[in-house]
């Protein structure tokens, strides 16, 4: 009975707060600049209860009496993870810490044993996708966020010794790296970078594609070429054609009409007297062809 009557007594000194442990294992998962705050769960039987995270960056240590500043996203949440990432914004050490509430009693604080620095954050390769498109190649990579960068390396198979490399500082849409030639392939790998912690990430898979197009390619230079070949038969016909037209307007070919052609003199001469042949003959050697022309015009 007086140890019974001391164990009420010690309750009513130390109140409600004593009957709830304070949350235990808390630690932080940190992922690719994303950081989350993590607890095991403090159980009341048939009661909810309800966890609040606090912070205490350098800042607060060094200038502000070593205040804690409350994460409002995390106040009275029944949830025993808190996303942390927005109040961790600069890359020094912080102090973290949570309390859970039941009703109107409350644990002591369970603290991070250490400290957290976004530095330790664990950066993994980027997501992607290498493209050929004809003998384009491109890449596809995956949105980490406005803090990271990519560095892309790319190198025609069997010469490794020749990496080219890409830094991309911002993913928009696919990223079009080199023109590729028929045959042998190309291989792409990347990397992640993070300026604000001047850290990057182990290389991803490299992945190869190959020219895709060798045929088609052919087939559209073919048609190209046998096009070129048909404009240039049918230009030259008429251009030849073109040159007949302006001949014949500009320097027309005149036939006489038949009524207007002199015929040959016969074969045979009517048999006249000397006076006749003679005159007859000088006609016919004096009078030229135009002559007889224009006389018969008149």
Known sequence: FIYLLSFFLLLGI???DALLPAPQNISILSTNMKHFLTWSPVIVQGETVRYSVEFQGEYEREYANESWIPICECSLITATVCNITEDISATVAYNLRVRADVGAGRSEWGTLKGFFNRITTSLTPPLMK????????????EDMGPAFQFCVVYWKKGQESRMQQKVVKEVSSVVHLDTMEAGPDYCVKAQ???????RSSSFSQAQC?????????????????????VAALTLSFLTWKTSKIFQYFCCPIAVLPETLKVPEPPTQLIPCGREEAEQCDLMVRVMPSEEVLRLWIQ
């Open 14 to 16: 130390l109140g409600e």
């Open 130 to 141: 290498v493209i050929a498109d004809g003998y384009h190649l491109l890449v596809e990579l």
């Open 192 to 198: 992640t970078y993070v300026e604000a912690i001047n």
């Open 209 to 229: 594609v190959r020219a895709q197009g060798g045929r088609s390619v052919w087939l559209v230079t073919a048609l190209i070429s046998s096009g070129f070949a």
